[in-house]
């Protein structure tokens, strides 16, 4: 297990296809299985709640899934002046994220760990 946060994937926001109840598609292919995830978070964190599913960074936009294998980042980033004024802020595109996550049922620690 000590290896396993050598290495990551990241992402964008972009990336993502879809967020359905048990996962994310990004748009490679890959998906997100949230049980899978929760399974290697209390792997990795002896964490009692099977709901939790990785970490999340507020003042990063960031989350981090425990995926199998090596974990997989979702980064927010603000967009431009312009785009930004017509669009919804970095906070509120990640808080919607989050909060759909957890109408899912699924959760994050709030501070990362790597």
Request: charged content about 30%; overall charge negative; aromatic content about 16%.
């Amino acid at each position: 297990m000590e290896h396993y946060f050598a290495d990551y994937d990241c992402w964008s926001e972009e990336d993502i296809v879809a967020v359905l109840p048990d996962r994310i598609e990004l748009r490679n292919g890959q998906r997100i299985v949230f049980e899978d995830c929760a399974e290697m978070t209390g792997r990795l964190f002896q964490e009692e709640n099977p709901d939790v599913i990785g970490e999340k960074s507020s003042a990063e936009h960031s989350v981090v899934f425990y995926c199998p294998g090596r974990p997989l980042m979702i980064r927010f980033f603000r967009k431009n002046c312009f785009r930004e004024w017509f669009s919804a802020s970095v906070d509120s595109r990640f808080g919607c994220f989050c909060d759909e996550i957890n109408h899912y049922g699924y959760q994050f620690r709030e501070e990362m760990k790597y």
